[in-house]
């Protein structure tokens, strides 16, 4: 089967992510989980990279009871089971939507999804010229933050490699941000200006609407997809 749109997938996160906040039985967390673990294996993710991005959540978990807990049996006068019971439903939803959300990134791009949105907007002949001015602001926001983000580290990398600093603890961190940040971002900022000067000097954006360079379509993938969403749907209609 080939690759599925982007925005099949985008819809497909959506739709889980609604169902998952109208689940109220272990029968729907059951249903949601599994077809949440048949999608992994469909798509061959490996599940330590699920695993890296959930890892932030399991480690408040427990701060989070240890705070919580006491207060509410205080509060409340209910015991600590009780608690634990009315706690089990949520925090199952923030795992599942965490899960979902993470295969969702995983398989496709902020990029990608633009490409589909602008791919349907051209098909459709479109001929607003600040649509097409927002689809190029939003390119160019997605290519110059990684760029931001690689410099910072460059830099960093760069004085630990030359002991400027005692490199450990997160306020190091933190004044290494702030110290490197204006002149980042200067360059980033001077970096677009001669981008932009190049993209006028060539004549770009004179005609509207502009191509897509990498066009996405929808095929047969994506149509079973859809089925699949509406047995999903119909499969957690029926439980009680």
């Known amino acids: ?91 199952s939803r923030i795992f599942l939507m965490l899960s979902a959300m993470t295969i969702f990134l995983e398989l496709t791009s902020t990029a990608a999804v633009l490409d589909v949105v602008r791919t349907i907007w051209f098909k459709a002949g479109g001929k607003w010229r600040w649509v097409e001015n927002s689809f190029q602001m939003l390119y160019l926001v997605f290519r110059f933050f990684p760029m931001f983000r690689d410099e910072f580290s460059t830099r960093q990398t760069l ?17 290494t941000l702030a110290h490197h940040l204006p002149a980042v971002v200067s360059n980033i900022f001077h970096r677009a200006e001669n981008l932009g000067m190049s993209m006028t000097i060539r004549g770009f954006g004179t005609k509207v609407p502009r191509g897509v360079a990498q066009p996405m379509s929808f095929g047969f993938s994506d149509l079973a997809a859809a089925g699949i969403c509406i047995l999903f749907i119909l499969g957690f209609s029926s439980l009680a």
């Not at 409340?76 to 019971?85: F, K, P, V, Y």
């Not at 004085?159 to 005692?166: E, I, R, V």
Request: with cysteine; aromatic share 12%.
């Open 159 to 175: 004085d630990k490699a030359l002991c400027f600093n005692d490199t450990s603890g997160r306020f190091f961190n933190i004044f």
């Open 1 to 91: 089967m080939s690759r599925l749109n982007p925005l099949t997938l985008f819809f497909s996160a959506i739709l889980f992510l609604i169902l998952t906040f109208k689940a109220e039985t272990s029968l729907h967390l059951i249903w949601l989980a599994t077809s949440l673990g048949l999608m992994t294996a469909f798509t061959q993710l490996p599940i330590r990279v699920i695993a890296r991005r959930v890892k932030p959540f399991l480690y408040y978990m427990p701060v989070m009871l240890i705070l919580y807990l006491p207060l509410a049996v205080v509060l409340s006068g209910t015991g600590i089971e009780e608690q634990l019971r009315l706690l089990a439903l949520p925090i």
